[in-house]
């Protein structure tokens, strides 16, 4: 697709590359939320929680191109294409992603058509997807007796037609993250097995991390294929492979229900 701008005119506004945290509305830092309480539009993807999206301000644009595996609601160049025309005609424009921008989202791309247009932007990284969820699970991505290294990896791609490190991520002494990998998770435990991951590896898929909803379907890496397939796993979900998951027993401190609670006895009281 090529991109459109106006002939003649620059770009009368700023765009705001946000991330928007693993889910948890406490999670968003100081500075997004300043920028998105200011915003005169915001583009939002799909994973955006509706308590951070309840904190745009009501006579906002706010346009939705949220991008999940077989439900995308606008492509990339179209996207990309919305960015500029709204810096050509708003202020302040909020690009509002899942997780931190950087990581699996596809932020450099849109920057570099910004780049491009003549767009003037910023970044406000966020809590990551592996981060938040790790913590939120009990589970230390690195640890010394476990897990030396952390490696992230995304799932979301057709991996039967793509060269993939298996070798690389079957490292016995990293942990291994994997985003968007629920579909493809027979590929996962199939590579890793074949490049000698021990199927008895812990493993645990993480749901709808640091919300009220958060469940933790936990097992065995030869067992993948049915934790993913569980009838209650819930999207988004994130994939943790690697010794340290074995602590999550211990060092599980977040009570999904308790906050729950606290957050219905919140609304009840506003």
Same mark, same amino acid.
């Given at each position: 697709?090529?991109?459109?701008?106006?002939?003649?005119?620059?770009?009368?506004?700023?765009?705001?590359?946000?991330?928007?945290?693993?889910?948890?509305?406490?999670?968003?830092?100081?500075?997004?939320?300043?920028?998105?309480?200011?915003?005169?539009?915001?583009?939002?993807?799909?994973?955006?929680?509706?308590?951070?999206?309840?904190?745009?301000?009501?006579? %906002?644009?706010?346009?939705?191109?949220?991008?999940? %595996?077989?439900?995308?609601?606008?492509?990339?160049?179209?996207?990309?294409?919305?960015?500029?025309?709204?810096?050509?005609?708003?202020?302040?424009?909020?690009?509002?992603?899942? @997780?931190?921008?950087?990581?699996?989202?596809?932020?450099?791309?849109?920057?570099?058509?910004?780049?491009?247009?003549?767009?003037?932007?910023?970044?406000?990284?966020?809590?990551?997807?592996?981060?938040?969820?790790?913590?939120?699970?009990?589970?230390?991505?690195?640890?010394?007796?476990?897990?030396?290294?952390?490696?992230?990896?995304? @799932?979301?791609?057709?991996?039967?037609?793509? *060269?993939?490190?298996?070798?690389?991520?079957?490292?016995?002494?990293?942990?291994?993250?994997?985003?968007?990998?629920?579909?493809?998770?027979?590929?996962?435990?199939?590579?890793?097995?074949?490049?000698?991951?021990?199927?008895?590896?812990?493993?645990?898929?993480?749901?709808?991390?640091?919300?009220?909803?958060?469940?933790?379907?936990?097992?065995?890496?030869?067992?993948?294929?049915?934790?993913?397939?569980?009838?209650?796993?819930?999207?988004?979900?994130?994939?943790?492979?690697?010794?340290?998951?074995?602590?999550?027993?211990?060092?599980?401190?977040?009570? *999904?229900?308790?906050?729950?609670?606290?957050?219905?006895?919140?609304?009840?009281?506003?």
């Amino acid at each position: 697709m090529e991109l459109v701008s106006l002939p003649g005119q620059g770009a009368k506004g700023k765009v705001w590359l946000v991330g928007a945290g693993p889910g948890d509305v406490d999670l968003l830092t100081m500075k997004a939320w300043r920028v998105l309480k200011s915003a005169d539009v915001v583009l939002y993807d799909a994973l955006v929680s509706q308590e951070i999206l309840a904190l745009i301000p009501n006579d %906002a644009e706010k346009i939705a191109v949220g991008k999940r %595996a077989g439900k995308h609601s606008a492509g990339q160049d179209e996207i990309n294409q919305l960015l500029v025309t709204k810096a050509y005609t708003r202020s302040k424009v909020v690009r509002l992603k899942g @997780g931190d921008p950087f990581i699996f989202g596809r932020g450099g791309e849109e920057l570099q058509t910004l780049v491009a247009a003549g767009v003037e932007f910023e970044v406000i990284p966020g809590i990551t997807a592996a981060s938040g969820t790790s913590a939120y699970a009990g589970i230390p991505l690195t640890h010394r007796d476990h897990a030396q290294g952390v490696t992230f990896i995304t @799932g979301h791609c057709q991996l039967q037609s793509r *060269p993939m490190d298996w070798q690389g991520y079957a490292n016995p002494h990293n942990t291994l993250v994997v985003y968007m990998g629920i579909l493809n998770a027979g590929i996962i435990r199939q590579g890793l097995m074949d490049a000698g991951r021990d199927g008895a590896t812990p493993v645990a898929i993480v749901s709808k991390a640091t919300t009220a909803e958060q469940r933790c379907f936990v097992g065995r890496l030869e067992q993948l294929e049915q934790l993913a397939a569980d009838p209650e796993l819930q999207m988004p979900a994130l994939m943790i492979i690697g010794e340290v998951v074995s602590l999550a027993g211990s060092l599980n401190w977040f009570l *999904p229900q308790v906050t729950a609670k606290t957050q219905a006895a919140s609304q009840a009281n506003t």
